[in-house]
């Protein structure tokens, strides 16, 4: 059964850094890319960034609004995917899902992770 | 960046009866590699997003044969047969062909 379980969220004041992390099981890690997505209250969904397979370099892709402060990474070994959030504003703050990217779609699973930003 | 944009904002529906969400974006969603990458999502009320269909009309794992997906190029079209009480919520089109992955503002369905 897929699973993929974020964590890593919380309170954060403005400036500050977090990182999340998204601990899956279930489907060949490896061979996926990996995205993370936010959705603000009472917002929809937002695409945040997005890390290919280490077949494809392990390239990346950020939105606009979180390029240069936000880093994706991948650890296969473990099953696991970061996101490296800096320069934190309030902004950002939303629920963090992590998902993964099958080559047709998004598969969405964990309940996300909650961050705010505020002093 | 793409803009994609739902009608309605909010449907009422009746149990049993069909509904019917459109999609449409601002330029081709068909890639360089003929795909068409245009999903839809749901969300229930305090639950996380779940795709439903991916590439327009393949619905995912799980998914009930009553939601179908249509369209090609810029419009697309997401029908429920026959609506359901657990179909309440928003749903959302996504489209996964160009970066930024951009959504639908959402349409909410309720009964």
């Known amino acids: 059964d897929v699973q993929l379980v974020e964590s890593g969220g919380g309170l954060v004041q403005p400036g500050r850094s977090l990182r999340l992390s998204c601990t899956t099981s279930?489907?060949?890690?490896?061979?996926?890319?990996m995205s993370w997505f936010r959705q603000a209250p009472g917002k929809g969904p937002e695409w945040v960034s997005f890390i290919r397979s280490k077949y494809y370099g392990e390239t990346t892709e950020y939105a606009a609004s979180v390029k240069g402060r936000f880093t994706i990474s991948r650890d296969d070994s473990k099953s696991i995917a970061y996101l490296q959030m800096n320069s934190l504003k309030t902004e950002d703050t939303a629920v963090y899902y992590c998902?993964?990217?099958f080559g047709s779609g998004v598969r969405w699973g964990g309940q996300g992770t909650l961050v705010t930003v505020s002093s | 960046d793409i803009v994609m944009t739902q009608t309605p904002r909010s449907s009422l529906v009746t149990l049993g009866q069909p509904a019917s969400i459109s999609c449409r974006s601002s330029?081709?969603?068909?890639?360089?590699?003929?795909?068409?990458?245009l999903s839809w999502v749901h969300q229930r009320p305090g639950q996380p997003p779940r795709l439903l269909i991916y590439r327009i009309s393949n619905r995912f794992s799980g998914v009930p044969d009553r939601f179908s997906g249509s369209g090609a190029g810029t419009d697309f079209t997401l029908e429920i047969s026959r609506v359901e009480a657990e179909d309440v919520g928003v749903y959302y089109c996504?489209?996964?062909?160009?970066?930024?992955?951009?959504f639908g503002q959402g349409t909410k369905v309720e009964i």
């Open positions: 996504m489209q996964a062909t160009q970066f930024p992955w951009t």
């Open positions: 998902t993964y990217y």
């Open positions: 330029q081709s969603l068909v890639h360089s590699n003929g795909n068409t990458f």
């Open positions: 279930g489907f060949s890690f490896g061979d996926y890319a």
